[in-house]
């Protein structure tokens, strides 16, 4: 069974930083691209990061480039997000996804449930 | 920049068909751009239900289906029932590695 669990959230202040975990099972973890996706309260959902298979490739929203650094090691079967100048606007529940493909193309087919950013002094 | 566009929300009554739609500010959705759609109850996490166009991730009952229709991504309902009612996101693929959510239609099912 494939599952993704997320840890790493938190309290933090503004211009703070804090680094997002997601441990992978059940699939080959260097055969698919990884996003993160993140929703503000009440707000809808927003792609913030994808890296590919092989980790050569990494992308980003506008609202993030910058400040956030995705990166995987395969050896840990592990994903991760390095954000720092935390903002107050980065305030929100943060999902780790599978891609369904190699590339950041075929969307996202498998969701972790998800761990909880709070920006705030 | 291009913005996604969906319906903000759309009804249905019980056992009905109902298609939602994902659209660009400007342009027309194709396969290439590889529209997928999550559903999304309060405080859970988005579960996909047809990514690639049309393709049905694991599980998802095939009274779910995926398209395009016109110039837009398309996800049809058919058969609604009660717990069918949810937010519902597209996304799609813009290039160079970057996906846009959609901004969500609240489906009601009445």
């Known amino acids: 069974e494939v599952q993704l669990l997320e840890s790493g959230g938190g309290l933090v202040q503004p211009g703070g930083s804090l680094r997002l975990s997601c441990a992978a099972s059940g699939f080959t973890f260097t055969s698919y691209a990884m996003s993160w996706v993140r929703q503000a309260p009440g707000k809808g959902l927003e792609w913030v990061s994808g890296i590919s298979g092989s980790g050569d490739g990494t992308y980003y929203a506008d609202s993030v480039k910058g400040r956030f650094a995705i990166s995987r090691d395969i050896s840990k079967n592990t994903l991760y997000l390095q954000m720092n100048s935390l903002r107050a606007e980065d305030t929100a529940v943060y999902y780790c996804?599978?891609?369904?493909?190699?590339?950041?193309?075929?969307?996202?087919?498998?969701w972790g449930q998800g761990t909880t950013v709070i920006v705030s002094s | 920049q291009t913005v996604v566009t969906q319906e903000p929300s759309f009804s249905v009554s019980p056992g009905g068909t109902v298609t939602l739609t994902c659209g660009l500010s400007s342009g027309s959705v194709s396969t290439s751009y590889y529209p997928s759609w999550y559903q999304q109850t309060p405080g859970q996490a988005p579960r996909t239900l047809i990514y690639s166009t049309g393709t049905r991730s694991f599980g998802v009952p095939d009274r779910f289906s995926g398209s395009i229709l016109g110039n837009k991504a398309a996800l049809t309902i058919t058969g609604a029932q009660a717990d069918d009612e949810s937010d519902y996101y597209c996304?799609?693929?813009?290039?160079?590695?970057?996906?846009?959510f959609g901004g969500g239609t609240k489906l009601t099912v009445l």
């Open positions: 996804a599978k891609v369904a493909g190699y590339h950041n193309d075929y969307g996202m087919d498998v």
């Open positions: 996304v799609l693929y813009m290039g160079s590695g970057i996906s846009v």
